[in-house]
């Protein structure tokens, strides 16, 4: 195997990262690794029209779970801010 100087100089770190970066391209330019990525891609896509997501809810329904998680109404608190009470 033929080495190759990418400059003269530099430290080994920007060296090895440009190797890593080199090793990576060389494996990623397989046809066989793309054509798996892409048949991959094509198979998740297939599978994502076939999905529905319900997004509506009602209001009584995101009240219930936001009082699970600690919602409570300003008029429920016993607390008196300063800034509340009118001078």
Same mark, same amino acid.
């Given at each position: 195997?033929?080495?190759?100087?990418?400059?003269?100089?530099?430290s080994?770190? !920007?060296?090895?990262?440009?190797?890593? +970066?080199?090793?990576? *391209?060389? *494996?990623?330019?397989?046809?066989?690794?793309?054509?798996?990525? /892409?048949?991959?891609?094509?198979?998740?896509? *297939?599978?994502? *029209?076939?999905?529905?997501? !319900? +997004?509506?809810?009602?209001? %009584?329904?995101?009240? %219930?779970?936001?009082? /699970?998680?600690?919602?409570?109404?300003?008029?429920?608190?016993k +607390?008196?801010f300063?800034?509340? +009470?009118?001078?």
């Open positions: 195997m033929r080495r190759t100087c990418y400059w003269k100089g530099g080994t770190i !920007n060296k090895r990262i440009i190797q890593k +970066v080199r090793e990576i *391209f060389l *494996f990623l330019a397989d046809k066989k690794i793309l054509l798996g990525i /892409g048949i991959g891609i094509l198979i998740g896509t *297939f599978c994502m *029209f076939g999905y529905q997501y !319900n +997004v509506s809810m009602s209001k %009584e329904r995101i009240e %219930e779970k936001a009082r /699970g998680y600690g919602m409570i109404y300003q008029d429920e608190s +607390v008196i300063d800034k509340d +009470v009118k001078k």
